[in-house]
């Protein structure tokens, strides 16, 4: 990490993952007759809880959802057009209106609460929702190990995210940090919606592991690993 520039007020971690499984309740599973799809990288981020798991010590908070994307998006704004999958958009209002109270409303609150909680408090809070992305996308390969998705208008999670990138390549020169790639931190999401929340005393980075890495849904140990002692020297 670099020693020329320190930012070290990150001072309470908070650890999400918002397509950690693929579960459907059984009340719902009708609308999958065929798993092959919750079973692929549309269903969930393989490898994601994994490398959830293995942070988690770090953190002063975390959670995690194992239902899937396919049933309701977590990770978009109620107005997105994607909250509900081909899948699901066939339900009735009503039963919709159950998914967001039951599913996405309870986790984005909970999330939310503690936050505000630490913030609050007087603390600066780093949120780290962790995801993972498929290797080939629509015939089109994806060039990047680890990506970084951040807000550039904020110099707080810039800086961070420059930090980051930084130790990473440290221990390991032949890995692909990328920034804001394979999409925009500032693109609809979780961390978007809570950047205007919380303002200034909120840094909001979701970390992109490629999951060319994964192996029956496990993350490499070495980027793992490297993931973890680069946050330890950043919060502490």
Partial sequence: MSRGKQYVCVVKLVLTSEHGGNKIPKEYKFLFQDDV?????RGFDIGSLDVFKHLKPLAEASKYSETSRLLIELNRSLHHKNLFSEYSKALSEAEKKVLISDYYSVY??????IINNYIKSGHTVLHLS???FTPNLNGEERHCDIGLLFDSRKAKEK???KQIKSS????????NVRYNYPYLGKADGFTT????QFNNK????ELE??????????????IKNNLFSTLQVLIN
């Fill in 108 to 113: 984005r609150n909970d999330v939310e609460a």
């Fill in 202 to 205: 909120y840094l909001g980075i």
């Fill in 193 to 196: 919606y809570l950047r205007k």
């Fill in 209 to 222: 592991i490629n999951q060319k890495y994964s192996k029956k849904n496990s993350i490499d140990s070495s």
């Fill in 130 to 132: 962790v995801h993972s």
């Fill in 159 to 161: 800086e961070v995210c």
């Fill in 37 to 41: 799809v919750l079973q692929s990288h």
């Fill in 168 to 175: 990473l390549l440290q221990n390991d020169t032949s890995l």
